[in-house]
């Protein structure tokens, strides 16, 4: 396989993984409301297309833009979508910790969850899902 890393120090990289999170968190949000406004899908089977498209958004931007892989996309997005999972769990766990436990307002807890989910995304994705290793390929 021909290598399509490029040199990226970790600063830009997770600049451009942020980037791209806004980029798929619009299209979810368009999604959405565009279903439920214009088309009259319950609210919640629209959020779940939204998820699902803001997803499909991220994993392809970030494979090809923020990481630049070239490892085959089974193996990259079934990993991708692993690594995503378990942030919903982390994100769920955070906020339902500061809620309950800690008695913070929801939306401090959601923004303390949102930090500390964009870091383990950003470094789950860096070190496993898109690797040096895995996509057969080392920085130039």
Same mark, same amino acid.
Request: aromatic letters at 14%.
């Given at each position: 396989?021909?290598?399509?890393?490029?040199?990226?120090?970790?600063?830009?990289?997770?600049?451009?993984?942020?980037?791209?999170?806004?980029? $798929?968190? $619009?299209?979810?949000?368009?999604?959405?409301?565009?279903?439920?406004?214009?088309?009259?899908?319950?609210?919640?089977? @629209? @959020?779940?297309?939204?998820?699902?498209? $803001?997803?499909?958004?991220?994993?392809?931007?970030?494979?090809?833009?923020?990481?630049?892989?070239?490892?085959?996309?089974? @193996?990259?997005?079934?990993?991708?979508?692993?690594?995503?999972?378990?942030?919903?769990?982390?994100?769920?766990?955070?906020?339902?910790? $500061?809620?309950?436990?800690?008695?913070?307002?929801?939306?401090?807890?959601?923004?303390?969850?949102?930090?500390?989910?964009?870091?383990?995304?950003?470094? @789950?994705?860096?070190?496993?899902?898109?690797?040096?290793?895995?996509?057969?390929?080392?920085?130039?």
């Amino acid at each position: 396989m021909v290598n399509r890393r490029r040199k990226t120090d970790i600063k830009s990289q997770f600049l451009r993984f942020a980037g791209v999170g806004v980029i $798929g968190t $619009g299209a979810h949000y368009l999604a959405l409301v565009s279903l439920v406004q214009f088309a009259g899908v319950n609210p919640i089977v @629209s @959020s779940m297309v939204g998820f699902a498209l $803001g997803g499909l958004v991220n994993y392809f931007l970030n494979y090809h833009f923020t990481f630049q892989s070239n490892q085959p996309h089974q @193996s990259a997005m079934a990993k991708f979508f692993t690594v995503a999972l378990l942030g919903l769990a982390l994100n769920s766990l955070i906020v339902t910790l $500061g809620i309950k436990k800690l008695a913070i307002h929801y939306l401090w807890a959601q923004l303390i969850a949102t930090g500390v989910v964009l870091i383990w995304n950003f470094g @789950s994705n860096r070190l496993w899902t898109f690797s040096a290793d895995d996509c057969a390929a080392k920085y130039e």
